[in-house]
């Protein structure tokens, strides 16, 4: 079922999640700060458990561009987004860069689709 579901999601639509669903969520997130609603933490605990579904977990350790990007997706981001979505108040230091956060993810998605949309 999990490879079904990972055969439905190109690089392309990966981008685009990490644009207009995770990076808002992060954005949103840190700009409203302590009166961020509930649901968009909840949501954010949602996408970081949805990381083992989504992202194939290394076969073999090697310092392989894919295969960082992969372990990192484990061992740093879905953490990160766990702990986050779990912990819910921060001080506004910390809400400031989360918006940020969510600013640059969305923006370095947004020119990886680019570049994959005009790509001959």
């Keep these: 079922m999990i490879k079904e579901i990972r055969s439905k999601f190109d690089m392309k639509t990966i981008n685009l999640i ?22 968009k933490f909840y949501a954010l605990g949602f996408m970081a458990l949805m990381i083992p579904v989504l992202v194939y977990l290394p076969k073999k350790f090697s310092l392989k561009y894919w295969t960082t990007i992969q372990i990192a997706h484990y061992l740093i981001i879905m953490p990160g987004l766990l702990y986050i979505a779990y912990k819910q108040k921060f001080s506004d230091q910390i809400y400031d ?4 956060l969510g600013i640059g993810l969305a923006g370095y998605h947004g020119y990886k689709y680019y570049t994959r949309l005009n790509k001959k």
């Design 97 to 100: 860069s989360i918006c940020a």
């Design 18 to 39: 990490h644009v207009f669903i995770t990076g808002t969520l992060l954005a949103c997130i840190g700009y409203k700060k302590d009166n961020t609603p509930k649901w």
